[in-house]
């Protein structure tokens, strides 16, 4: 599964209005909410809250990937925004973070979930695809991006 | 006082299985735990001329497989209530190691024993000594 075939239009923000960290997650839950066959929004925000509190997901290089997965979730939904200004999401490298990707997966799809992830953190790790993800000015132009940058 | 716990994930189950004791470590202690993973480079080259398969593919699966193995013990830890965030990097892995325990300013890092034998057994253990010449902190293998 790539992040670009994961990805519904309606649930990528280009250039987010969101200044703090919280404001990020519930912007990000806002767009979880769009997808298809997603209701419950309260209780993704408070689990991934709660996740937050264990420790960041800003995974360095100005990259947030938020995750969770719940029993009520039937399919994985996946959201993703960016920020031109940056926001302070406590990451480990202490810089303000400006792609963030959220992932909401079923319990019992633990191993689809945990692949996204992995693709999802390597993807990012290019420097390349973190400029040209940024440069985006539409959502269409973002997810072209993303097409082009994933492995086959 | 154990405030921050480098563990040093590799690709191996006994990686998976060591996280359980390192997050019940953590939750005692109340210290927070980055997972690391580094890809090797070497290991890379290594494979490279064994397979024939181009370096950049390899890379790029190593770092898929070391991301994967780093949300596997982050949700292990997350089970128990451990605090954790994640970190990968790529190069020699003793010396991207020692650079993120100072980094991150590590009171302790725990790397997981890995059976393996012959040449692979002898370059782990160059590489847990040349490791704890480099470090100021305790290691522990577990």
């Not at chain 1, 960041?56 to 925004?81: R, Y």
């Not at chain 2, 397979?51 to 991301?67: H, P, Q, Y």
Request: one cysteine or more; glycine letters at 4%; charged letters at 30%.
């Amino acid at each position: 599964m790539k992040l670009s075939e994961s990805l519904a239009e309606n649930a990528v923000e280009v250039q987010t209005r969101a200044s703090t960290k919280q404001e990020a997650l519930a912007q990000l839950v806002a767009l979880v909410e769009r997808t298809d066959g997603f209701a419950d929004a309260d209780s993704l925000l408070a689990e991934i809250s709660e996740r937050e509190e264990l420790g960041s997901t800003g995974i360095g290089k100005s990259v947030a990937i938020p995750h969770v997965h719940l029993e009520n979730v039937h399919e994985m939904h996946v959201a993703m925004m960016t920020s031109s200004s940056g926001i302070d999401f406590d990451a480990i490298d202490d810089e303000p973070c400006r792609i963030f990707i959220m992932v909401v997966a079923p319990d019992s799809d633990r191993e689809q979930y945990l692949t996204l992830l992995a693709e999802i953190s390597r993807l990012f790790r290019n420097e390349d695809v973190r400029s040209e993800v940024l440069a985006a000015q539409s959502v269409p132009e973002l997810i072209e991006v993303l097409r082009k940058s994933e492995t086959p | 006082m154990l405030k921050r716990i480098l563990y040093v994930v590799n690709t191996t189950k006994e990686a998976l299985e060591a996280a359980t004791f390192v997050a019940e470590m953590a939750v005692i202690a109340d210290a927070q735990i980055i997972a690391f993973g580094v890809v090797d480079t070497s290991a890379a080259q290594r494979l490279m001329r064994a397979t024939g398969e181009a370096e950049a593919e390899i890379v790029v699966r190593l770092e898929e497989d070391t991301w994967h193995y780093l949300y596997d013990v982050e949700d292990t830890c997350k089970g128990v209530g451990a605090k954790i965030v994640l970190q990968q990097d790529e190069g020699f892995p003793d010396a991207r190691i020692a650079s993120a325990a100072r980094k991150f300013k590590a009171d302790l890092v725990v790397l997981p024993r890995t059976r393996r034998t012959g040449a692979a057994q002898s370059r782990l253990e160059k590489s847990i000594m040349s490791l704890i010449e480099r470090l100021e902190c305790p290691v522990l293998v577990v």
